[in-house]
């Protein structure tokens, strides 16, 4: 019983002393809300008192804007733009068809085409429709491009086992560009910007996804430097 009451004693007094530290803690921050909130105040017009230099005045206006910060810190969050969206399925879109016109160079569409269906494709476009026969010099051409292309975006850290479902994944988030840029406009040219696309990638895309889309983007500059052709075709 004794062993129990010492106990309780403990634990007011353990209580009380925390009463007081919360009374300090809350006296505290409201001295320091005041001093916050005088400096907010403070204008550069009281900066203009005799002996007042441009440094200081400068250091009182920074002073200003920082608090104005802190307190809408909030306010500034990173915005998106649907255009700037459709641009990050706009890339996927384009390695895929990049990819694609590689391999079949023969196709003018790709109606029913896609990176994961491409083994299947290959079979289907070798066979003639009506006998059967089989291509197998068509065949064994069209499977050498795809080892080649699958080479040279394994090189770029691609892994055909993952970023196919990748790229159908964002571009069925984010959609293409509704509209295309006039050629040799100005929107034009920074969507065939690399640097423009990574700031796009990087000011847009949920940071989680901004590694693969990178990837995406360095596979589609890659192929675009080997065929000597737009970043970007329409």
């Known amino acids: 019983m004794d062993s129990f009451l010492s106990r309780n004693e403990k634990l007011v007094r353990e209580n009380e002393n925390l009463k007081i530290a919360m009374q300090r803690l809350v006296s505290e921050n409201n001295r320091l809300s005041f001093n916050q909130q005088r400096t907010y105040n403070t204008t550069l017009e009281d900066a203009t008192l005799p002996g ?100 040279t975006l394994s090189s770029n850290g691609y892994k055909i086992t993952l970023h196919p479902q990748f790229s159908e994944f964002i571009v069925n988030t984010y959609g293409i560009l509704q509209t295309r840029p006039t ?7 920074e969507y065939l910007d690399p640097v423009f696309l990574r700031s796009i990638i990087e000011t847009t895309a949920p940071l989680k996804l901004q590694k693969d889309l990178m990837l995406l983007l360095d596979c589609l500059c890659d192929l675009a430097a080997k065929d000597e052709k737009a970043l970007l075709l329409w």
């Not at 590689?102 to 070798?126: A, C, E, T, W």
């Not at 499977?143 to 080479?151: F, G, L, P, V």
């Open 183 to 189: 050629p040799g406009s100005s929107q034009a040219m």
């Open 52 to 151: 007042a230099t441009y440094s200081c005045i400068h250091s009182i206006y920074k002073l200003n804007v920082l608090c104005f910060f802190l307190h809408n810190i909030t306010l500034f969050s990173p915005f998106s733009s649907e255009e700037h969206e459709r641009l990050l399925g706009e890339i996927a879109y384009q390695l895929d068809r990049r990819i694609l016109s590689y391999i079949f160079q023969s196709n003018k569409r790709f109606y029913g085409y896609n990176l994961i269906n491409i083994p299947s494709k290959i079979i289907d476009v070798s066979t003639h429709p009506l006998t059967g026969k089989v291509d197998e010099e068509y065949r064994l051409h069209l499977n050498k491009r795809y080892e080649k292309i699958k080479e």
